[in-house]
Structure formats: structure tokens, C-alpha cells
């Protein structure tokens, strides 16, 4: 650690974040950063919060009422690049409000005197690993950006062991705590009057069971294409007949191509629900056959989790983040078509899983931020039994 020692408890009195990581509809790393901010709230009952931002407040996710929003005052501001106007202005902001901590829930932060001690998250090495997939803005703020910050932070925390491995090779430094996503206690087993009134819910959004369900950005690295080829194929060959193809999330970028496969394929039963409500996701989850994760590269993969949690099974790409999200309760696969059509052909491997409370290594998201506050008050935080 860079000028604190673990053995004396840090003040957190103030803290702050940067609130384009609460932009609506809220991405992956949005669900985490918000879930875990709602649980500090309780953990930290004296603390007060802060937001930075150049968005309007409708245009964020705020935990509750407790946190205060430093929005951009000037126009032209606000219409910088989401990194650069933190750099610019988002460091002015905090510095006003003499943080005790700056909590870098997108890793990229403001500078280190924007706060007594600035700790920053970090969910993935994309920049290094598939730069390819990027959109072009946030691809040149993490070439100029993200190692630096990494290095100069107080504090580094991660999602995974897996992105605090990977951390020691491109920048010299592991995490000083591991965070593991957690789980809503919602995210259960269906039982039969719960399950009748999420059918009809979800049928409104064009999602009838049997389907093969994939949750995440409609982007490159996530590799639905591969995901969409392998289903038709198995389709036309007579497999699967009954079966839609279920793709939740936004519609992402550099997805051009990916759009006139799944038009091309609209009567081959793939089905794009749009927006679907949080209160929803735990039934979209539980009636699926099965939750397919074929990404090139993840940081962890929260929807394994969400998925064993009410006990769907799940295929993932040999990645070890999503590996290590699965917990030896997935089958792996090569994230190529032909991987993905072998994976779905056996149905028989479509069984339901054992329950959450036999899952010991799906934790809430409560417990999580417990490890959170250890690490940012210096409580303690054992690097290599962080989630104990």
C-alpha cells in the first residue's frame, strides 16, 4: 500500500464516485457499482456521498436520496467524453468536497488529489486483451489512462482472482482486495404460483418458454454471432425446434453485422425482449432451458452467477473469469460456433442445478461490500481470503 498501513483504520467519512458508471439503462458494471453503493449506505451510516457527473439526474441510477450530485454546471462541459471531463472537471468537483476516498468504480479516476485516497475497481483488461472490440473513445481513454491510474491508485480492488492475475502481468500490481459480485436475494428458484404469474409476464415481452437465453451488450466481445449461428444451425438440422433464442441487453456497437444476422434469422425463433424490468430478470433467468455465455473475454460474468442461483445450467467460454464465475458448475466450451452448436445439442445436460443455499460460493451482495468496507478502512483486508 502506498503510504497507509493496514493496522490503522482509515477515515471514509466522505466518499465519492464517478457517476457516469450509474448511466441508465445501467450496463454490468453499472448493476454491480449500484448494488454494491446500496449496501454501503448501510455499512457506512455516517458517510456521506457524493456523485460527480455530466449527466442529468434522471440520467443516473442513485442508490437512494443520501447522495449528493455534483453535476457539470457548464453546458460545453457536459458534452465531453465521459473520461476526459472527469480528468478535466470531475477532479475540480471533488477536490471541492475534501474526499477522504474517491471510489473508481470504472477504474479510469480523476487524479490522486482528488481525494485523500483514491481506490479504484477494476472489472476487466479489454484495452489489453481485445482492443478490436472497443468502442474507439473508450479504447483511446484506457491506452492513455487506465495503467497509470491502476498503479497510482492507494488502493486497487477487483471482480475476480482471474482480473487480479491478469493485473500482475500488464501492470505490475495485484489487487489489494478481491470484491466478487454478489447476488439479489431475489434471484431464487421459481416456485409454482411464482412461476404461472412470471410466465405471463414475460410472454408480454415475446419470451415463452422453451429458449436458450444469452444476457448481455450486443456487442463484439460478447460474440453473439457465434452464439446465433450455432442455434440456427442446430435448427435447421431439426434440433431445437421448439426452442427460442433469447438475447437480453442493449443493443451495444459494432453491431451492424450482428443486426442483419438476427433479421436474417427472425423466423428461426431469436427474440430481442428489449428493456427488461430488474423485478423480472430473476423469472427470465429461472424459465430458461439453459443461460449461454460465449464471450472472447470477460472480467467475471455476474449472469453465471444469477443463472446457478436459481439453478439454470450454463454453457461459458474457455475463459477463466467466466470459469471462475461457474465455479466448476458449467460446461466449457471453445468460443466458436461449432463449439457452441455441440454444447446445445446435448439437452440432456439441461438440468436444473442444486439450490442457491448449496451454492456456497454465491454470496450477497451484502457480504461483498463487507469486504469492501475492510479494505477501504484498512480493517484488515486479507488479499488472499478476501471473500472469506
Known amino acids: 500500500m502506498q503510504g497507509t498501513s493496514p493496522n490503522v483504520p482509515q477515515d471514509v467519512s466522505r466518499l465519492g464516485i464517478d457517476g457516469d458508471a450509474l448511466r441508465k439503462p445501467l450496463s454490468g458494471v453499472g448493476q ?26 434522471d440520467e443516473i441510477a442513485l442508490p437512494s436520496s443520501r447522495w449528493t450530485v455534483r453535476r457539470e454546471a457548464w453546458p460545453l462541459a457536459r458534452k465531453l467524453p465521459s473520461f476526459l471531463w472527469l480528468k478535466l472537471r470531475g477532479c475540480q468537483l471533488a477536490k471541492r468536497d475534501q474526499l477522504d476516498v474517491f471510489w473508481a468504480g470504472r477504474t479510469i479516476h480523476p487524479g490522486r488529489h482528488s481525494a485523500k485516497r483514491v481506490v479504484v475497481t ?13 468502442e474507439k473513445v473508450t479504447l483511446y481513454s484506457h491506452l492513455l489512462w487506465f495503467d497509470r491510474d491502476v498503479r497510482s491508485a492507494a488502493m486497487i480492488l477487483t471482480n475476480s482472482q482471474g482480473t487480479s492475475d491478469r493485473l500482475q502481468h500488464w501492470v505490475s500490481r495485484r489487487a489489494d482486495a478481491i470484491v466478487y459480485p454478489g447476488v439479489r436475494d431475489d434471484f431464487r428458484p421459481l416456485d409454482p404460483s411464482q412461476r404461472e404469474t412470471a410466465l405471463m409476464a414475460l410472454k408480454e415481452k415475446g419470451v415463452v418458454p422453451p429458449y436458450v437465453l444469452a444476457v448481455s451488450t450486443l456487442e463484439p466481445r460478447k460474440n453473439i454471432g457465434a452464439l446465433i449461428e450455432a442455434f440456427v444451425q442446430l435448427k ?47 423469472a427470465i433467468f429461472a424459465l430458461a432451458e439453459v443461460l449461454v455465455m460465449p464471450s472472447l473475454y470477460e472480467g467475471f460474468g455476474m449472469p453465471v452467477l444469477e443463472a446457478r442461483a436459481v439453478g439454470t445450467p450454463v454453457i461459458v467460454s474457455d475463459v477463466a ?12 466450451v471453445s468460443p466458436d460456433a461449432h463449439g457452441l452448436e455441440a454444447a446445445l445439442s446435448q439437452q440432456a445436460l439441461f438440468t436444473r442445478t442444486a439450490p442457491r443455499e448449496a451454492l456456497g460460493d ?7 461490500a463487507r469486504v469492501m468496507v475492510a479494505a477501504l478502512t484498512q480493517a484488515n483486508p486479507d488479499h488472499t481470503q478476501a471473500n472469506a
Not at 38 to 43: G, H, Q
Not at 321 to 332: D, H, R, S
Open 32 to 57: 454491480y457499482i449500484f448494488n454494491l453503493c446500496r449496501e454501503l449506505e448501510s455499512l457506512l451510516p455516517t458517510t456521506q456521498f457524493f456523485v460527480y457527473t455530466r449527466l442529468s439526474a
Open 122 to 134: 477494476v472489472h476487466d483488461l479489454n484495452h489489453h486483451l481485445v482492443p478490436e472490440t472497443m
Open 236 to 282: 435447421k438440422r431439426g434440433e431445437l425446434r421448439d426452442h427460442r433464442l433469447v438475447l437480453v441487453g442493449a443493443r451495444g456497437w459494432q453491431n451492424q453485422e450482428l443486426a442483419r444476422t438476427i433479421e436474417a434469422n427472425a423466423e428461426q425463433g431469436i427474440v430481442l425482449p428489449g428493456y427488461v424490468p430488474d423485478e423480472l430478470m430473476p
Open 321 to 332: 473469469e467466466l470459469k471462475e464465475a461457474a465455479g466448476g458448475q458449467a460446461q466449457v
Open 362 to 368: 454465491i454470496q450477497s451482495w451484502g457480504r461483498s
